[in-house]
Every structure is written in structure tokens, then in C-alpha cells.
């Protein structure tokens, strides 16, 4: 009768205040935004709630990116660049009168972008690679990561002592000097391994680990192919050195690798050469050797050319100078035999007309005669050369036909002073020009100089140390952002509740937040030390979400028929025995007559939470063996009593389909106000299901982060097809500190504590 009159009660007050409230809506507040903010505020609260929730693997990437970032400092050389200049010069044909028209002849002159391949060339860089031996590696091994750090730290005269005893490993001043090697064909470019033995002695195998070659030091060994030169070897007996030869090609891409060559600035003719490296001294070394290559084959190439060229002018020499006395005895005769004759002004500019014409025409045959030995007819220089030689001869026709407008003996004298005159003209210059060929092979002067010899700059090129963190830590952030979307794609979870409503269309009763206290009370209690939080701390944010619960289920159970609730999840460890206990405890301080049944037969532990024994429960009540008051335990809080599980039987399903289940149900329900029973998981086994059938109202524990959409989904359509109705869910273990990033209002919508 009292409590027909207590539910009476609660329908008036129900009806007086508005049933129809949602409960979802009267336990959280809700903030007013424009479409614009709330949707930027949640993109940005999203990001931030995220990389909260993923702190700690944020935090480890990064460390661990940092820790590869030290290594890096640690053990590779810093990279140092060596530089120098090199001047172009354009080349000049000084000397006494100079010939023009005859460069092509010389050849044309060098352009930088030429001049830039010429660097780069195999010619150069190949002389420099077997000169200075850079096709030969030679290095000792060091152990990993450390031993370099170690070997470079190293100031001792003699070779360190081995750490660890490991002493194959160098670990700081070794030193090997390999002057030649020779290998066979098809050993160039393989790793070979030379092992230091007694008084200079040494074993070098190859890649199968097999012994090649056996020498000393300061003496030449051949064998097998193999033929080596060692005139330094300072290193304990049995340390290993690498060792290799490289092909000539191999030695040279390698090279080119570190090497550079540009102009510094626009048609300045100045080449900057720059090199990058570990080992300053030998960046140097190899930087004036490709310098003085480059100069020597420059002045050789100089000297070749103008002794060419020299040669094929003395052979032009005798005949022209033949040809110039003729022209001039045969004028001389003529003017005898017709008495002194004299050109009007008119004879002279169309003499000095035809003069010029056919000097250009004889000078562009002999050019052409030179470029047929080198060029095609179809080669574009060629064809140019032709059209030039075209309009010479245009212009010479132009002329002739002049000349035909002349007297017979104006036309005759004008004929023999034009071979004079070309004659004269041809002769000279190439005269001129075979002097100073002359005068430029003997002086062996080329068109390129240097002007700044190689230098290394003091500071590295490469990163600093702090440059190499800075970059080892945004790349282990972005690692751990491509991670975080790899997991959050392959596994979608549930965040917020405001999903659930969304997606499920079922409402959220309570949203109990995260409780460090209650982790706390469960580690004391491992210990033997049992309390309840809504107890021990009824101030707690949790406890309060709880109390909300309790008056939240008041109005949602006020037209079920029984007064029994089932909680229970879609899988394990989401916090149900915590929503039990706590909410009957919450219950029965408000003088409710509360009982909880712990209904989970496999691995119920209540009785744990509660300080009581196990045995004499629920098996052995429906089982037949037990009463009602004996498995009925009170607590240590008042109004609360509690159902343990009892032995754990072989076949709870078929235990909880016994009749005696639903009369315990009836029974308990007949003696308390409310009855709560923990359930186990809905996925797991299907006791929930039986359960749900006797109960008034159901109700789903969701845990924040723990599932996916589907599984919810799952686990509500195993139930109804059970014939059980969830009446909707309790949102747990939310981070609130999360949940302020994503919504921007902490301490509002799950957080109103008490103030003293």
C-alpha cells in the first residue's frame, strides 16, 4: 500500500511539472550558438579533443623521433662545402693584323654552358678520380651507432683499446693507407673485407667470406687476380676494415654526386665549382686537383688547336705567296706594254668593291674546306656557311656587271690590280695569323684561369643539432598524425553521447563522467579495502550524473510494470557493476528499499565490491538449495541488500530459464522498492536476453571511446529479437577534460561541484 502511494506521488509530480520532458534534455544543459560558431567550435574541439585522447602516442612517436633525431647528431659527420672560381676568357686573336674572318678556322669560341660540361666531364673528373685514388674505399668498421661516436672522439696516438671486448670493431685511431689495388673484372663495386693481423700483416676475403689475398705492409701482393699496395696499416690484430674497389664510372657518379658547377652570374664567364663532403682536407684536395685538370687540359686543348690550324696554313702559305708574284708581274707587264695607266676614281671603288668580294669569297672556301673535314653537308653550320658564301657571290656578280660597262683596257687593268690586291690582302693576314699561332703554341697560355683556389667553409652546411630535433620532432608529430587517422579509420568509436540519440534514436538517461577516485577505491579494493564511491564520496562529479540517473529512471519506469531493471552492455568491462552498485546505493539514500542481483554466473564478482562471501546465491536459490532470506545479504549501507552470483555453475543459460528465476524476480520485487540486476554482456552469451524478460525496463551501458556504431547496433537487435526493449543507455567513463575541448564549455555541462 505504501508504495502504490509512493508511485501515486510521483505521477502527480509527474504531471504536475511535465512528463513529456526528455530526459536526455533535462540533465544537459544545452548552449545557444550560431550555425557558423558551432560548427567551427566543434571542428576545432574535435582536433583537440582527438590528440588529447591520443596524447600518449603523440608523446611516444615524438620521443622516440627525437631519440632517432639525437642518434642522427650523434653519429653521422657534419657536411662541410669547399668552393673555388674559375675564370673564362673570351678568346682574341691579337697580334699583328688580325684576321677576322678566319676564327671559325680557330674554332668558336668557348661559351660557359661548353665549359660547364668540360668540368663535369669524364675527361676531368676521371683524371682526378685515378690520380688522387678515389676509386679505392678503405675504411675500418665500427660498431653501430656508438662506435662511431666513440672513434671520432678518439685523440690517442695508437689505436684505441676494444669496448666490450669486441675487437674486431675499430674504435678510434686506425688508420690505412691503400696507394693501389687491382681486382678482377667481376669483383669491381663488391664489398671486400681486409683483416689486420701481426707486424703489419694482413688477410683481405671477399664477399663469400673467402680468402683472396694474403700481404704485408710496404709490399706488393698479387694473387687471384688480386694485386694490392698497403703503405699505412696501424690497427690492433684482428680489426676489419672494409674495402673496395670501384669501377672507373662508379668512382666518377660518385663524385658527381657531391659536385656542382654554375656560372655566378649572367654571361659573367666566372664558374663557381663547389663540392660537399665529410673530410675537409680531402674536399680540398680533390677541388684544386679538378681545378688544375680542368686549366692543364684547357692549355693542351690551346695549344693542340693553334698547332692545327698552323700546320694547315704553312701548307697555304707557298702557294699564295706564288700567287701574289704572278698577279703582280703580270700588272707590272701590262702597264709597261700600254705605258703608265691610271684608274679614275670610278675604276677605284668598284676595284676596292670587287677586292673585298672576292677576298670574302676565297676566305669562306677555305673556311669550308676546313669544316667539310669536321661537319655533314646538312650540318646547320654548314648550310649557314653556304647561304653566306650565296650572298657573296650575289654581291660579286653585281660588281662584274659593273666592270663590263668599263673600256677593254679599263676592264684588263682592273682584272690584274683585283689578283693583285687579293693576292696581297689573302697573304698578309694569313701570315699575320700563322705568327701568332706560333706565338700562342710557344706560349702555352690557355682561356681559362683560376682565381679563388679550393677552401672549406668552418661551419657545416648540413642541419645543426638543434635543426636536426627541431626537424626528428615534426616529423615524429606528423607520424603520429598519419597513426592517429590509420586507427581512428580502421576503428570508429563512439565519443559522445549525442551519437547515440543520432544514430540509434534512443535517449541517453545519464552521462557519468571519469573518476579517478574510483580507480583509486578499485585498487584499494584488490587490497581487501571494499567502498562504494556514492559513499565514501558523494560529492564526486560521477555520484551526481548517478543521482541524475536516479530521478531520470523515476519518471521512465512510472508505466512499467515491474519495478526490476536490467543493466547490462554490448560487451565487457564497461563500467555495469559500476552503475549497479553505485545507483542502488544512490537509491537507498533517498530511504529506497534497494536489492542488487548480480546476474553474471560466469564471472559475477559483486560479492567483491560489497566485502561478502560468494557462496549461497543465485545458483543455489534457483537451483533449490538455498532461501530467499539466506542468498538476501545486507550491505554496509543502508536499505541496500544484495543477491551474489553463488557457486559459478557449468550451465548458467539453462539456470536462468529455470522457473525459480522469475519467482525470485516476483518475490524481490514484492519486497523492495527497486530491483537491480548486473547483467552480462549482450555479444558474449545470451543470459541477458533471458534475464530481460522478467525485468521492467532495460537499460544499455555505453563506455566513451570503447565502441563502434555497429556494435550498439548489434547488441540492441540481439535483444529485441529476444522479445526485450532497451530503454536506453548510460553513457560512461566520459573525459570531461575532453569533452570542454570539444564543446568549449568545461565545467558546465557535466560538472556543477559543491562549493563549502
Same mark, same amino acid.
Given at each position: 500500500?505504501?508504495?502504490?502511494?509512493?508511485?501515486?506521488?510521483?505521477?502527480?509530480?509527474?504531471?504536475?511539472?511535465?512528463?513529456?520532458?526528455?530526459?536526455?534534455?533535462?540533465?544537459?544543459?544545452?548552449?545557444?550558438?550560431?550555425?557558423?560558431?558551432?560548427?567551427?567550435?566543434?571542428?576545432?574541439?574535435?582536433?583537440?579533443?582527438?590528440?588529447?585522447?591520443?596524447?600518449?602516442?603523440?608523446?611516444?612517436?615524438? @620521443?622516440?623521433?627525437?631519440?632517432?633525431?639525437?642518434?642522427?647528431?650523434?653519429?653521422?659527420?657534419?657536411?662541410?662545402?669547399?668552393?673555388?672560381?674559375?675564370?673564362?676568357? /673570351?678568346?682574341?686573336?691579337?697580334?699583328?693584323?688580325?684576321?677576322?674572318?678566319?676564327?671559325?678556322?680557330?674554332? $668558336?669560341?668557348?661559351?660557359?654552358?661548353?665549359?660547364?660540361?668540360?668540368?663535369?666531364?669524364?675527361?676531368? @673528373?676521371?683524371?682526378?678520380?685515378?690520380?688522387?685514388?678515389?676509386?679505392?674505399?678503405?675504411?675500418?668498421?665500427?660498431?653501430? @651507432?656508438?662506435?662511431?661516436?666513440?672513434?671520432?672522439?678518439?685523440?690517442?696516438?695508437?689505436?684505441?683499446?676494444?669496448?666490450?671486448?669486441?675487437?674486431?670493431?675499430?674504435?678510434?685511431?686506425?688508420?690505412?693507407?691503400?696507394?693501389?689495388?687491382?681486382?678482377?673484372?667481376?669483383?669491381?663495386?663488391?664489398?671486400?673485407?681486409?683483416?689486420?693481423?701481426?707486424?703489419?700483416?694482413?688477410?683481405?676475403?671477399?664477399?663469400?667470406?673467402?680468402?683472396?689475398?694474403?700481404?704485408?705492409?710496404?709490399?706488393?701482393?698479387?694473387?687471384?687476380?688480386?694485386?694490392?699496395?698497403?703503405?699505412?696499416?696501424?690497427?690492433?690484430?684482428?680489426?676489419?676494415?672494409?674495402?673496395?674497389?670501384?669501377?672507373?664510372?662508379?668512382?666518377?657518379? $660518385?663524385?658527381?654526386?657531391?659536385?656542382?658547377?654554375?656560372?655566378?652570374?649572367?654571361?659573367?664567364?666566372?664558374?663557381?665549382?663547389?663540392?660537399?663532403?665529410? +673530410?675537409?682536407?680531402?674536399?680540398?684536395?680533390?677541388?684544386?686537383?679538378?681545378?688544375?685538370?680542368?686549366?692543364?687540359?684547357?692549355?693542351?686543348?690551346?695549344?693542340? /688547336?693553334?698547332?692545327?690550324?698552323?700546320?694547315?696554313?704553312?701548307?697555304?702559305?707557298?702557294?699564295?705567296?706564288?700567287?701574289?708574284?704572278?698577279?703582280?708581274?703580270?700588272?707590272?707587264?701590262?702597264?709597261?706594254?700600254?705605258?703608265?695607266?691610271?684608274?679614275?676614281?670610278?675604276?677605284?671603288?668598284?676595284?676596292?668593291?670587287?677586292?673585298?668580294?672576292?677576298?670574302?669569297?676565297?676566305?669562306?672556301?677555305?673556311?669550308? +674546306?676546313?669544316?667539310?673535314?669536321?661537319?655533314?653537308?646538312? &650540318?646547320?653550320?654548314?648550310?649557314?656557311?653556304?647561304?653566306?658564301?650565296?650572298?657573296?657571290?650575289?654581291?660579286?656578280?653585281?660588281?662584274?656587271?659593273?666592270?663590263?660597262?668599263?673600256?677593254?683596257?679599263?676592264?684588263?687593268?682592273?682584272?690584274?690590280?683585283?689578283?693583285?690586291?687579293?693576292?696581297?690582302?689573302?697573304?698578309?693576314?694569313?701570315?699575320?695569323?700563322?705568327?701568332?699561332?706560333?706565338?700562342?703554341?710557344?706560349?702555352?697560355?690557355?682561356?681559362?684561369?683560376?682565381?679563388?683556389?679550393?677552401?672549406?667553409?668552418?661551419?657545416?652546411?648540413?642541419?645543426?643539432?638543434?635543426?636536426?630535433?627541431?626537424?626528428?620532432?615534426?616529423?615524429?608529430?606528423?607520424?603520429?598524425?598519419?597513426?592517429?587517422?590509420?586507427?581512428?579509420?580502421?576503428?570508429?568509436?563512439?565519443?559522445?553521447?549525442?551519437?547515440?540519440?543520432?544514430?540509434?534514436?534512443?535517449?541517453?538517461?545519464?552521462?557519468?563522467?571519469?573518476?579517478?577516485?574510483?580507480?583509486?577505491?578499485?585498487?584499494?579494493?584488490?587490497?581487501?579495502?571494499?567502498?562504494?564511491?556514492?559513499?565514501?564520496?558523494?560529492?564526486?562529479?560521477?555520484?551526481?550524473?548517478?543521482?541524475?540517473?536516479?530521478?531520470?529512471?523515476?519518471?521512465?519506469?512510472?508505466?512499467?510494470?515491474?519495478?526490476? @531493471?536490467?543493466?547490462?552492455?554490448?560487451?565487457?568491462?564497461?563500467?555495469?557493476?559500476?552503475?549497479?552498485?553505485?545507483?542502488?546505493?544512490?537509491?537507498?539514500?533517498?530511504?529506497?528499499?534497494?536489492?542488487?542481483?548480480?546476474?553474471?554466473?560466469?564471472?559475477?564478482?559483486?560479492?567483491? /565490491?560489497?566485502?561478502?562471501?560468494?557462496?549461497?546465491?543465485?545458483?543455489?536459490?534457483?537451483?533449490?538449495?538455498?532461501?530467499?532470506?539466506?542468498?538476501?545479504?545486507?550491505?554496509?549501507?543502508?536499505?541496500?541488500?544484495?543477491?551474489?552470483?553463488?557457486?559459478?555453475?557449468?550451465?548458467?543459460?539453462?539456470?536462468?530459464?529455470?522457473?525459480?528465476?522469475?519467482?525470485?524476480?516476483?518475490?524481490?520485487?514484492?519486497?523492495?522498492?527497486?530491483?537491480?540486476? $548486473?547483467?552480462?554482456?549482450?555479444?558474449?552469451?545470451?543470459?541477458?536476453?533471458?534475464?530481460?524478460? &522478467?525485468?521492467?525496463?532495460?537499460?544499455?551501458?555505453?563506455?566513451?571511446?570503447?565502441?563502434?556504431?555497429?556494435?550498439?547496433?548489434?547488441?540492441?537487435?540481439?535483444?529485441?529479437?529476444?522479445?526485450?526493449?532497451?530503454?536506453?543507455?548510460?553513457?560512461?567513463?566520459?573525459?570531461?577534460?575532453?569533452?570542454?575541448?570539444?564543446?568549449?564549455?568545461?565545467?558546465?555541462?557535466?560538472?556543477?561541484?559543491?562549493?563549502?
Amino acid at each position: 500500500m505504501e508504495k502504490k502511494m509512493d508511485n501515486d506521488q510521483f505521477r502527480s509530480s509527474a504531471n504536475t511539472s511535465g512528463a513529456s520532458l526528455s530526459p536526455a534534455v533535462s540533465t544537459q544543459p544545452m548552449q545557444q550558438l550560431s550555425p557558423e560558431e558551432g560548427e567551427e567550435g566543434l571542428a576545432l574541439g574535435e582536433i583537440i579533443a582527438i590528440l588529447m585522447d591520443y596524447r600518449w602516442l603523440i608523446a611516444a612517436i615524438s @620521443l622516440f623521433a627525437l631519440a632517432v633525431g639525437l642518434a642522427w647528431v650523434l653519429v653521422v659527420k657534419p657536411v662541410y662545402r669547399a668552393d673555388g672560381l674559375i675564370q673564362v676568357e /673570351e678568346k682574341t686573336q691579337g697580334g699583328i693584323g688580325s684576321l677576322k674572318a678566319l676564327q671559325p678556322l680557330l674554332g $668558336d669560341d668557348t661559351t660557359v654552358s661548353a665549359e660547364i660540361e668540360i668540368l663535369s666531364s669524364r675527361m676531368v @673528373l676521371g683524371r682526378v678520380v685515378s690520380k688522387l685514388k678515389l676509386d679505392i674505399v678503405a675504411t675500418p668498421r665500427t660498431f653501430p @651507432l656508438i662506435g662511431g661516436i666513440v672513434s671520432r672522439r678518439y685523440q690517442g696516438d695508437e689505436p684505441n683499446s676494444a669496448w666490450l671486448g669486441l675487437s674486431s670493431f675499430a674504435w678510434g685511431g686506425e688508420r690505412i693507407q691503400v696507394d693501389s689495388l687491382d681486382v678482377p673484372q667481376q669483383a669491381l663495386d663488391e664489398k671486400h673485407t681486409l683483416i689486420a693481423g701481426e707486424e703489419g700483416a694482413f688477410e683481405i676475403f671477399n664477399k663469400d667470406d673467402e680468402s683472396v689475398l694474403k700481404g704485408r705492409v710496404g709490399t706488393r701482393t698479387s694473387d687471384h687476380g688480386y694485386s694490392i699496395f698497403v703503405s699505412q696499416l696501424k690497427a690492433r690484430p684482428g680489426t676489419v676494415f672494409r674495402l673496395k674497389k670501384l669501377a672507373a664510372e662508379t668512382a666518377i657518379d $660518385d663524385l658527381r654526386r657531391d659536385y656542382t658547377v654554375k656560372e655566378r652570374g649572367k654571361k659573367s664567364g666566372i664558374l663557381e665549382l663547389s663540392l660537399l663532403g665529410k +673530410d675537409p682536407e680531402q674536399m680540398v684536395v680533390i677541388l684544386d686537383d679538378i681545378e688544375n685538370t680542368y686549366v692543364r687540359q684547357n692549355v693542351e686543348r690551346r695549344s693542340a /688547336e693553334a698547332e692545327k690550324t698552323l700546320k694547315f696554313l704553312e701548307t697555304q702559305l707557298p702557294a699564295l705567296k706564288t700567287q701574289l708574284d704572278n698577279a703582280e708581274a703580270a700588272y707590272n707587264s701590262y702597264r709597261q706594254s700600254r705605258g703608265s695607266l691610271d684608274l679614275d676614281m670610278e675604276t677605284q671603288g668598284i676595284l676596292k668593291l670587287l677586292v673585298d668580294a672576292d677576298d670574302a669569297a676565297i676566305k669562306l672556301q677555305m673556311q669550308n +674546306d676546313e669544316l667539310r673535314q669536321l661537319f655533314k653537308a646538312e &650540318h646547320p653550320r654548314m648550310e649557314a656557311l653556304k647561304d653566306q658564301m650565296d650572298r657573296v657571290r650575289a654581291r660579286r656578280d653585281q660588281v662584274l656587271a659593273q666592270v663590263q660597262r668599263l673600256p677593254e683596257t679599263q676592264q684588263t687593268v682592273l682584272r690584274l690590280a683585283r689578283d693583285v690586291e687579293v693576292s696581297k690582302n689573302l697573304y698578309t693576314d694569313l701570315l699575320n695569323t700563322a705568327q701568332q699561332l706560333r706565338v700562342t703554341k710557344a706560349g702555352t697560355v690557355g682561356d681559362v684561369r683560376v682565381i679563388d683556389t679550393a677552401a672549406v667553409g668552418r661551419k657545416p652546411v648540413s642541419l645543426g643539432p638543434l635543426a636536426v630535433l627541431g626537424v626528428a620532432l615534426l616529423l615524429g608529430l606528423l607520424v603520429s598524425m598519419v597513426a592517429i587517422w590509420v586507427l581512428r579509420s580502421l576503428r570508429v568509436v563512439i565519443e559522445d553521447p549525442e551519437s547515440i540519440e543520432s544514430q540509434l534514436g534512443l535517449p541517453v538517461y545519464a552521462t557519468v563522467p571519469h573518476s579517478k577516485t574510483e580507480v583509486e577505491l578499485n585498487r584499494t579494493a584488490r587490497e581487501g579495502i571494499a567502498e562504494l564511491l556514492a559513499v565514501a564520496y558523494p560529492e564526486e562529479d560521477a555520484v551526481e550524473s548517478l543521482r541524475g540517473l536516479r530521478t531520470t529512471l523515476h519518471f521512465a519506469l512510472l508505466d512499467a510494470q515491474r519495478n526490476s @531493471l536490467l543493466i547490462t552492455g554490448s560487451s565487457p568491462s564497461l563500467g555495469k557493476s559500476f552503475i549497479s552498485k553505485n545507483l542502488g546505493a544512490v537509491l537507498a539514500q533517498v530511504d529506497k528499499r534497494v536489492v542488487i542481483i548480480d546476474g553474471d554466473l560466469r564471472r559475477g564478482h559483486l560479492h567483491k /565490491e560489497f566485502a561478502i562471501e560468494r557462496a549461497v546465491g543465485l545458483s543455489e536459490y534457483v537451483s533449490g538449495q538455498a532461501t530467499l532470506e539466506e542468498i538476501t545479504k545486507d550491505t554496509m549501507v543502508p536499505n541496500l541488500s544484495v543477491v551474489t552470483t553463488g557457486q559459478i555453475p557449468p550451465n548458467p543459460s539453462e539456470l536462468l530459464m529455470h522457473r525459480r528465476f522469475a519467482v525470485l524476480l516476483a518475490e524481490l520485487s514484492a519486497r523492495f522498492d527497486t530491483v537491480i540486476v $548486473d547483467a552480462p554482456p549482450v555479444l558474449a552469451v545470451s543470459d541477458a536476453a533471458i534475464i530481460g524478460r &522478467h525485468v521492467g525496463a532495460t537499460l544499455m551501458v555505453a563506455r566513451a571511446g570503447k565502441h563502434p556504431i555497429r556494435e550498439l547496433e548489434q547488441a540492441i537487435k540481439r535483444l529485441n529479437q529476444a522479445g526485450v526493449q532497451v530503454k536506453g543507455f548510460v553513457f560512461n567513463d566520459l573525459n570531461v577534460s575532453r569533452q570542454s575541448y570539444r564543446y568549449g564549455y568545461k565545467g558546465y555541462v557535466y560538472r556543477y561541484s559543491y562549493k563549502n
